[in-house]
């Protein structure tokens, strides 16, 4: 084929299609993406040259499996809700068709897409690929994010944007400042739904919506979806198809746990230890605490380790948080410590190992924690520090995710997925010396300590309680447990150290026999009798109790000795070994009768546990947000506290009563013309004044011809006068102060009708004309002024004459 049939080819392929002949134009595609190459991939989905051409320049070969099971749904133009782990690729999974969907940019037709982030990082995140994948179209995106200037984002609304990317917040202040009805809507994306939700954007995005047209496709992805949220798409979606991918892999294959016991006076050495020992320095690792005075603690202790690191918290500038995102994107420090205000949405490449300092209290949290790492086929490592009240949380994660709780025993040579081991007491002593000699010459850092410990008494107030099933079973269980050293630590640990642990261990564990009636030695004392006449009362209820708790050691160590799930042959050693496998499959009878493991009905659904930890809400989305009850719990001590229930005195019902604000009209809340409440700081005059500093009046009506159509947009026909006139900057600065005048300047001093709105140059006619009219009205003042003072001093005058 020549060059030039290879033109014509691709200008007929770049011909937009009418909606007849969509399905021919997307088999055109296929063939022409198809060709010398393997189908399966982004070739065999029909996208067009400019969007596949951006996928393959973006380094996108494969699609993931949320990618492609959504992409085709969406582009047949279905309302879609879908549930991938974290780190699967949904972020190109939305992008990918939103770009295909509006093809080119259409200023008459503007904002044409929406995506709603929970947070400003991942919004940003969402930006950079929205450029990286459009940057062969022609199509605009701007970005609205809190804390940036709104003079900046009305600007870039008024430039007709075929995208925004934005924060619920920051968006709906925008449309009630602007009075913006999104009647063009066609494309709208909730990216991380389920956060959305329980950061409290519940009334936001029911406003933002309300402003949107029915028809407008509508998509909902995140890395959890539980059923709740389902309920929720059912009344703002048009039969939706729900995407339920992952759900029995939560984890990634190729992700280890670690989990190690220690005191919680003990997590700062020991974590020192761990980056000392365990993790190699070129390692990318994320620490996750629980208050942000925990972050900045450890901060400045792993620098005083000689441990480059940065941080990242809620109440950070949002520009020191970008700065220090970047530093460690680009691997100038190696460890970056945070709260899980950083668990969700930001895209950190080639993370390596995950370290949980404060064990999580949901498993919801701890999968978006360590979500991070293994991806894209990368191996990760998690460990978690232990403590011992947050056991009855390490026995829900494995309710949670499916897991049998594996404990070290001193026959554990090999470090195996999920082993909870203890970390040896002389590697942390090594590592108490260096801190207790640090916080003695610091008054600083001593001062963090005593900080950190009393934002975590407020952490722990508001932490919610783990099952009652685990708190129970650790009781039983794990009370008495003797738990070996993690296979981490053991190569560290010579015989003589373990016999030195052994003994203190029985030191610490000794049980004396005999109470302090019976202490003295005097054998016929009324204590001593009395406590030998109930000894042999009970004699029987002791030794029952004796043989339990030695039952439960036994079933223990013989649950760890059993055969582990990974140790089984796979299929592919299977089909090596074997010339053929015959497999049993389950029967089509659908009622065939079958022996019940257990002779009753049980209590709870099989996935009870991973629903559970699933679900987001019990009692709606807005008291659930405002209780701070959700798995993402704030890191700021004053936050807390506001987050706990609220009670106010009811004169009625002579009681005190949960203070509900979400619904109340009276509290500085305005009325939206959906009928939804929302803040009254929502709606002031500023959008009004930046049209007056930029005229924006003027030239949206010279920009309306005499059939009401618009015209290009008035900001860009401004800066177009601007630039034929050469006026610069600061030219056009000045000419905007000396339009703002008085009343009483406006009065004396009125423009002729040559005379230029915007401050362009005048005729000559017009120019005399003006300095005609104010020499008269000098002249006319000057003449005014002396009559007053001739009045004034007739008057004085007459007084003068009327005191002598």
Known sequence: MTEREDEDEEEELLEVPDAEDSSHWRTLIQEQNRKNKKSGGFQAMGLSPSIFRAVLRKGYKVPTPIQRKSIPVIMDGRDVVAMARTGSGKTAAFLIPLLEKLKIHSPDKSPRAIVL?????????????????????????????????????????HQKPDIIIATPGRLLHVLVEMNLQLSFIEYCVFDEADRLFEMGFEEQLKEVIHRMPSSRQTLMFSATLPKSIVEFAKGGLSDPVLLRLDVDNKLSENLKLSFLACREIDKPAALCSLFRTVLKPHEMTVVFTATKHHVEYLKELLTLCGIPCTCIYSSLDPAARKINLEKFRRRKCQVMIVTDIAARGVDIPDLDNVVNYHFPPQGKLFIHRVGRVARAGR????????????????????????????VATEQSAVDEDGLF?????????????????????????????????????????????????????????????????????????????????????????????????????????????????????????????????????EELKASQSAPRAGTEADTEDLDDAFADVIETRPSAKPFEKKKRKQPFIPYHSANYHSEKGLELEKRGFQQEAQSAMMDIHTDEADQMLRNQKQTKWDRKRKKFVQEDNSGDPKRKKIRTESGAWIPATYKSDLYEQWKKSHQIDYFDQKNRDSDGEDKPSALKDLRSVNKVLGAGRMRYQKSQSQTRQTPKDKRKFKPSSGRSDYGGPRSKDSI?????????????????????????????????????
């Not at 969402?126 to 940036?148: P, Q």
């Not at 975590?456 to 269980?477: D, G, H, I, N």
Request: net charge positive; charged share 30%.
């Open 379 to 406: 191996v990760g490592h998690a460990y978690s520090l232990v403590a011992q009240d947050e056991l009855p949380f390490m026995l829900d994660l494995h309710l949670f995710t499916g897991r049998s709780m594996l």
């Open 768 to 804: 005399a004309r003006d300095r005609g009219e104010r020499d008269r009205q000098m002249s006319h003042l000057k003449a005014r002024q002396e009559v007053n003072s001739k009045k004034k001093g007739g008057s004085k005058g007459k007084e003068k004459r009327g005191k002598r």
């Open 421 to 553: 081991g203890a970390i040896p007491q002389f590697v942390i002593d090594e590592e108490e010396d260096s801190i207790r000699k640090w916080h003695e010459e610091s008054d600083e850092l001593r001062g963090m300590v005593t900080v950190c410990s009393n934002g975590y008494k407020k952490y722990l107030a508001t932490r919610p309680a783990p099952a009652s099933e685990s708190v129970s079973r650790v009781k039983k269980q794990y009370r008495d447990i003797k738990l070996a050293f993690h296979p981490t630590f053991k190569d560290r640990a010579s015989g003589l150290e373990a016999q030195r642990m052994k003994i203190l261990d029985g030191i610490k564990g000794y049980k004396a026999q005999s109470t302090i009636f019976e202490l003295g030695g005097n054998h016929k004392s009324d204590g001593f009798l009395a406590m030998k006449a109930k000894r042999h009362i009970h004699e029987h209820t002791i030794q029952k109790q004796q043989r339990v708790s030695a039952l439960r050691q």
């Open 117 to 157: 982030s929970p947070t400003r990082e991942l919004a940003l995140q969402t930006y950079g690929f929205v450029r990286d994948l459009a940057r062969f179209t022609d199509l605009n995106t701007t970005i609205i994010l809190g804390g940036d200037r709104m003079e900046d984002q009305f600007e870039a609304l």
